[in-house]
């Protein structure tokens, strides 16, 4: 009976350690690893003609890591290669592997269409968390780079953004963070890992994590990196954030500006019409240690809507603490529209709106989840010509440039965050009830309201797709409404009587 009571205990204490030694793709209560602090999506430029012309690629802040990486694909994820990040590894013999790329379109991998269930559903049974070895496609990725001379003394940035379904990353042989949620960018500051001169940076992406139990979305299953690929560079004191409220109200604008830096500086705004024209400018208040405020109310704006897509640009230039020199300047569209539910209506600048809209999967027939800029343009020339003024980003947030077009030629987006986790059904097997999967519900909010919040063409928030009903999305509506009061909240499985503004059921009869 001793030796039986001392085997149990022993089998106890074994399992605690192997709970403890989980690995992050494992785990669902660890998504990143030093992985920066989801914010606005923008770009800072080092003076007001490159912020002008707009395009960060002329910016001497800007290095492309796109294009061809040294890649080994293994089958099962326990077959990788180990220390492949180290600066002394061998890759000689890997192949050329393209950045953004997929593997199951480069020849690795199975391409897999599954609409019910997840993709590992021939390979080993669903039981949240946990993710099996086999099957689980791993590519690593090794590549080179010199960094620009003149970055010397700047905070340096790796944007990756989009890899499913997870992200690690190396440099110069030292490990610098984590990601999961594949359809928001993961940036890492990198600073500390780099030296004057050639520099390496390695990457993993494995097919699977314990965050694919939120990933089941119904469309293609596809490895690898999509979106852009850059590092990027930024004075020491720069603006890590900015939230814009763009409000219209009888015939008025009102603009409420939040800017967050890090380091001493100052901030100045100027507001210019779609001609360029200047419309308003003023200092801001300095509020906190890194909290910039501008409040302004302009008459006789134009307003936007989807037929009159006006915008007008926000400029914020950051300067020195004496003012004299320029370390950044960013601009960001705005446009003036307000949106609320009134009488059973949503309505847009106190007018009722025909919702004539469409689900929109960020697919290309020839790239997968690769779109350019040009296909995208192709999408939304075609709505257009068929009348279609709305898009549901289903099932996940998409390429940032997209809500850049949306906002431009005036499309009413409902922004959907990347959870949809149908392969477990909506009773008792939810996670939307499950304690361990909450923190992955709400950060999965964060992600996509974080990173969005500023594009006039949202209109809807949506908190997920098909995954069931719990307190997992109860706490993730209470905690978009109350960061964001000034647009609806939907959820289609919060039904009626479950927290949501819009009933959205999507098959109902």
């Known amino acids: 009976m001793i030796k039986q009571f001392l085997l149990f205990v022993t089998c106890l204490v074994a399992a605690s350690a192997q709970a403890q030694k989980l690995s992050v793709w494992q785990d669902p209560n660890v998504n990143q690893v030093n992985r920066e602090v989801r914010h606005a999506h923008f770009f800072g430029f080092e003076n007001e003609d ?40 061998d890759d000689s013999k890997w192949t050329d592997f393209p950045v953004p790329g997929l593997f199951e379109l480069n020849g690795y991998g199975d391409k897999i269409y599954k609409n019910i269930g997840y993709a590992w559903s021939t390979t080993f049974k669903s039981n949240p968390p946990y993710i099996g070895d086999t099957n689980n496609y791993t590519g690593s990725y090794r590549r080179t780079f010199e960094l620009p001379a003149d970055w010397k003394g700047q905070e340096v940035f790796f944007y990756v953004g989009s890899a499913t379904s997870n992200l690690s990353v190396w440099v110069n042989g030292k490990f610098v963070g984590y990601s999961e949620d594949s359809k928001v960018a993961a940036e890492f500051n990198i600073t500390k890992y780099l030296k004057a001169g050639k520099n390496l940076i390695a990457m993993q992406v494995m097919r699977w994590c314990d965050g ?33 409220g763009q409000d219209y109200v009888d015939g008025s604008g009102v603009l409420e500006v939040k800017v967050d830096v890090a380091g001493k500086g100052n901030v100045t705004a100027q507001l210019l019409d779609a001609e360029g024209r200047q419309v308003d400018n003023g200092m801001f208040v300095k509020q906190e240690k890194t909290g910039w405020t501008l409040n302004s109310k302009l008459d006789n ?8 897509p006006y915008l007008y640009t926000l400029q914020l230039t950051l300067k020195d603490q004496k003012g004299s020199d320029v370390l ?52 939304i020339k075609i709505m257009k010509f068929l009348n279609i003024n709305a898009v549901r980003t289903c099932h996940y ?57 500023n594009h006039p063409s949202i209109i809807v928030w ?29 959820y289609e499985r919060a039904e009626k009587d479950g927290k949501t503004d819009i009933f959205c059921p999507m098959y109902y009869g």
């Open 50 to 89: 490159l912020a002008k012309v707009g395009d960060k690629t002329k910016s001497g802040r800007y290095l492309s890591m796109e294009g061809m990486w040294k890649f080994c694909f293994v089958k099962n994820h326990q077959d990788a290669p180990k220390d492949f990040f180290t600066l002394k590894y």
């Open 212 to 244: 694919s139990y939120l990933e089941d979305q119904d469309f293609w299953r596809f490895t690898g990196i999509a979106r852009e690929v850059y590092l990027y560079a930024t004075p020491k004191t720069h603006i890590q954030d900015i939230m814009i």
């Open 301 to 308: 704006v134009k307003s936007w809507t989807a037929e009159t």
């Open 328 to 379: 950044q300047v960013i601009k960001q569209r705005v446009g003036f529209r307000h949106i609320e539910i009134k009488g059973g209506q949503l309505l847009v600048n106190g007018q009722p709106i025909l919702i004539k809209g469409a689900d929109r999967h960020e697919l290309d027939p020839d790239g997968g989840y690769i779109v350019s800029v040009e296909r995208m343009i192709q999408d």
């Open 397 to 453: 947030p998409d390429d940032p440039r997209w809500y850049d077009l949306c906002d431009e030629f005036g499309i009413y987006l409902t922004a959907e965050s990347n959870i949809e986790s149908h392969g477990m059904g909506y009773k008792e097997k939810t996670l939307a009830k499950r304690a361990d999967f909450e923190k992955a519900h709400l950060e999965r909010q964060h992600g996509n309201m974080m990173t969005f919040k």
């Open 462 to 490: 949506s908190l997920g797709n098909e995954a069931g009903y719990g307190p997992n999305f109860e706490k993730a509506y209470d905690w978009v409404k109350a960061y964001d009061k000034t647009r609806p909240v939907q």
